[in-house]
């Protein structure tokens, strides 16, 4: 009797041990996720479902919270925070990363409105309090910290873009208006737009409204200087 007592606590110590080892073979895959794409990411436990069940995933996001890697933005939507050498602190959560992991996780399709566009490139330096994004998904808004996020439902007529950078300078011509285009924003949507991607956003963005079109077209032509 004692000797089955004692093989049944082995049995049970071989199986805890064994899920110990997986669990963390589990944690280490998803670190090096997180690790790989970087300060600011944004992700819920749908970005790992690869690598096992939703309840062991969130234990394991938990574990990790719990120890200061990542943060917990949302319920069930964490970042792997930025740091500010110059104010030795935590910066808050990049609203792009978070629009696109919300996104990922219920399966919408997005597009960021005029002024979250313009902040993407870099041609509004003032960093809004509330960012919108179009979505085929329903209504949502979120409060993260002092910054709203929010999600209004459309049928976009540029829905049919299928490239991101297509949707960003469509949406951010949009928000600044025709009268708006200068030399110096075509130049400095130019730059944002990586060279490689010039020829399809442009055969992307052949639908859009013609002014618009026509603005894509001198950002995505030859730059001449020099």
């Known amino acids: 009797m004692h ?131 179009l979505s085929d998904g329903p209504n949502r808004t979120y409060r993260i910290g002092e910054t709203v996020l929010t999600f209004k439902h459309q049928v976009l007529k540029e829905a049919g873009l299928r490239h991101h950078e297509s949707a960003v300078l469509v949406q951010g011509l949009k928000e600044l208006g025709q009268s708006l285009i200068t030399d110096e924003v075509i130049h400095q949507m130019r730059v944002w737009l990586p060279a490689g991607k010039r020829v399809v956003v442009l055969r992307d963005a052949k639908g859009v409204t013609a002014w618009v079109y026509e603005a894509i077209r001198r950002i995505c032509q030859e730059d001449n200087d020099g």
Not at 11 to 17: A, D, E, P, S, T
């Open 3 to 133: 000797t089955l007592f004692y093989k049944r606590k082995h049995v049970i110590f071989c199986l805890k041990l064994r899920a110990y080892i997986m669990a963390q073979s589990i944690k280490n895959k998803i670190l090096a996720r997180i690790y790989g794409n970087g300060r600011g990411w944004a992700f819920s436990n749908v970005d790992f479902i690869y690598l096992a069940k939703k309840e062991t995933i969130r234990w394991v996001l938990y574990w990790i919270t719990q120890k200061g890697t990542i943060r917990r933005v949302l319920q069930g939507l964490y970042d792997y925070p930025r740091f500010s050498e110059l104010l030795q602190q935590s910066m808050p959560p990049d609203m792009h990363q978070v629009a696109q992991a919300l996104a990922r996780k219920f399966s919408w399709r997005i597009q960021p409105g005029g002024a979250a566009a313009l902040n993407l490139m870099d041609i509004s330096t003032q960093v809004p309090s509330r960012f919108v994004y």
